[in-house]
């Protein structure tokens, strides 16, 4: 059995592209054949994913595996392909939460509200990283769901910091550090 995960981008460092590729790894690692496949690629991950126009389909028993966080058209792709489809949502900030702030991103948030719901018909699972989001899934008609919560190297949190981050942050004031995007719901 063949397992492809497809992801709208594969950037070095996101949560969602790094998860991919340790379940990839574990697939590989459990006999299967397995690889990422992306619409958009760091460079430096050409060696650790795939472009996904080199994608071809497999078997009727290979699975496809949509990691879903905003629209894109790997949506379509997965409604048509006629192998095993799974789901796995990470989440869409609701819309609300960027009107009067950005009005592209509230079209892209409702999009991605849209999409996420016309794939409840099309796979044989829907998974979510959190209760939270599974509930979502639930309540957009997914029939079978479960939680999967994000794949994490606990290995690079035992590093050694950098040392020029070391340096900056050892100056003897509180320091703070904020992580996530610049948006009115995260309340920097």
């Known amino acids: 059995m063949r397992i ?25 690692s459990w006999g299967h054949a397995a690889d990422v496949y992306a619409l958009e690629l760091d ?8 472009p996904f126009s080199e994608w071809r389909a497999g078997g009727p028993d290979d699975v496809v595996l949509l990691h879903y966080a905003l629209p894109s058209p790997l949506t379509q792709a997965l409604k048509t392909h006629r192998g095993r489809r799974v789901l796995l949502h990470h989440n869409i ?23 996420l719901g016309s794939l409840a018909a099309h796979v044989e699972l829907g998974l ?8 979502d899934l639930e309540a957009l008609g997914f029939r079978r769901t479960g939680v ?3 794949y ?12 020029v981050l070391r340096k900056l942050l050892d100056d003897g004031l509180t320091n703070l550090l904020f992580v996530g995007r610049l948006a009115p719901n995260k309340r920097p």
Do not use: K
């Open 4 to 28: 492809d995960q497809w992801v709208p981008a594969l950037h070095r460092g996101d949560a969602i592209g790094d998860s991919a590729r340790l379940m990839r790894d574990a697939f590989r």
């Open 43 to 50: 460079p430096d991950l050409g060696g650790d994913g795939r």
């Open 93 to 115: 900030t609701p819309p609300q939460f960027f009107a009067g702030w950005d009005e592209e991103m509230v079209r892209i948030c409702t999009l991605g509200r849209e999409e």
């Open 128 to 135: 979510a990283d959190s209760e939270f989001n599974r509930l």
């Open 148 to 150: 999967l919560p994000i």
């Open 152 to 163: 994490l190297d606990f290995r690079r949190y035992r590093e050694p910091p950098n040392p």
